[in-house]
C-alpha cells in the first residue's frame, strides 16, 4: 500500500519526475475534492504542474485512474480480511483484529479508501467495485454469526445490522482522520474497538 | 421536516404541478447520484420531465437548491441537539435521545442529509454549511463530557474520538438505510444505542 503522497501544486509546478503512484495519489485527491464526474485529466495535469501529455505518459484515462485506486484499497481491506478469516484466534478476537487492520488502511491510504466509500455505481467500474464491497461484508457476516455463536458477541441484535453498524463505525474514521494528528491510527483503532465491544457506558 | 418524495421520470414525465420541496429532493437525488458539481438545472429539469423554464419558475438556481436542502436537514438536526440540551434527563439519557433523535432525522430525509455529509467546502455555501456541522459536534461534546463525568460514559477514553466515533455510527446508517425495509428507523436507533452503549460483547 502505498502512503499518500503530499503534493502541492504551488511547490511541484513544473517539476518532471513523478511516479505512476504519485499520479493516481494526486488525481485522487482532486476526485474526492471535486467530485470524480466533474474532474478532468486537464485539472489533474494543472495540479500536478505537467502538460496533459505528460500526464498521459503516466496513465492513459481518467477510469485507470479510479481503477487503479479503487482496486489498490480493496486489495489492502481484502488481505484484511483474509488474514482475519485464516487465523486460529476466537471469532470475537478476529473481528477485533479486523477493526483495527481495517482502520490502518482507512488511514495509510485515506484519499484511496474515501473514493472507493463515495463511488455511487455510475459506470460498470463503479458497479464491480461496490459489488466487491458487498462481497467484503458479506464475508465478514460469518465472523459476526460465529462470535455470535462464541457468546463473544451478544446475539440479541440482528448479525446484518450490527455488521454494518460496526463497519459504519470503522469507516467513519476517514471523515476526520488527520495524517500526522493527536492520535496515531493504531490509537484510534484501539478507541473504536473498545467502543464497539465494551460500550461507552463500561467503565 | 419532509418526508422523501417518490419521483420518477418515467411515471411523472410531462405532468406538471410539482411543489417546490419535491423539485428540491428531485434535484438532491440528482446530486447524490451523479454528484453536485456534475449535475446541470438541466439534468434536473430532465429528470422532473419539465422545461427548464418551468424548473425555474420553482427555484432560481442549483445553489438554492443544495441551500435549501442542507439548510433543512441542519435545522432537523440542530433541533435533536437543542431538545437534548434542554432536557431535565440525565446526560447519559440525553445522548441516547440525541443518537435516536439523529437517526430518525437521518432516515426521514435521507438524500439531504446525505447531501450534507457530503459536502467538500467547494463554496462559501458549503463551508457555512461545514461551520455549521462542527458547531453541532461542539455542542454534543459537553454531553459526553457531562456524562462521563456523571459516570455513565466510561472515562477512559479519549472524548473527542469517542464523541466523533459515535456520531460516526450514526451516520453510517444513511448508507444502507432503505425506506420501508426490514428495520424501521426505530428500530435500527435502538440498535445503534445498545451497540454504543452496551458494545457488542455485552450479553
Known amino acids: 500500500m502505498n ?18 503512484d504519485d499520479v493516481i495519489d494526486a488525481a485522487v485527491r482532486e476526485f474526492n475534492q471535486r467530485g470524480y464526474e466533474a474532474t478532468s485529466m486537464g485539472h489533474v495535469a494543472s495540479v500536478l504542474g505537467i502538460s496533459k501529455s505528460a500526464l498521459y505518459h503516466h496513465i492513459s484515462s481518467k477510469e485507470e485512474i479510479l481503477d487503479s485506486a479503487v482496486t489498490r484499497a480493496q486489495d489492502s481491506l ?11 484466534a476466537s471469532a470475537g478476537e478476529r473481528i477485533r483484529s479486523l477493526i483495527h487492520g ?3 488502511v482507512l488511514c495509510n491510504d485515506q484519499e484511496a479508501v474515501t473514493l472507493l466509500l463515495r463511488l455511487r455505481g455510475n459506470s460498470e467500474l463503479e458497479k464491480r467495485a461496490l459489488q466487491r464491497r458487498r ?3 458479506r464475508r465478514v457476516i460469518p465472523l459476526i454469526d460465529a462470535a455470535q455463536a462464541s457468546g463473544e458477541v451478544r446475539s440479541d441484535l440482528d448479525t ?6 460496526m463497519f459504519g463505525t470503522v469507516n467513519s474514521v476517514i471523515e476526520w482522520y488527520e495524517p500526522g494528528g493527536r492520535l496515531s491510527p493504531d490509537e484510534i483503532a484501539r478507541h473504536a474497538v473498545v467502543l464497539l465491544f465494551g460500550g461507552a457506558a463500561r467503565d
Open 160 to 165: 446484518g445490522v450490527l455488521t454494518r453498524l
Open 135 to 137: 462481497e467484503f461484508t
Open 102 to 104: 481495517a482502520i490502518a
Open 3 to 20: 502512503p499518500p503522497v503530499q503534493v502541492q501544486s504551488s511547490t511541484h509546478r513544473g517539476r518532471p519526475g513523478y511516479s505512476r
Open 78 to 88: 481484502d488481505a484484511v480480511v483474509d488474514e482475519a478469516i485464516a487465523s486460529d
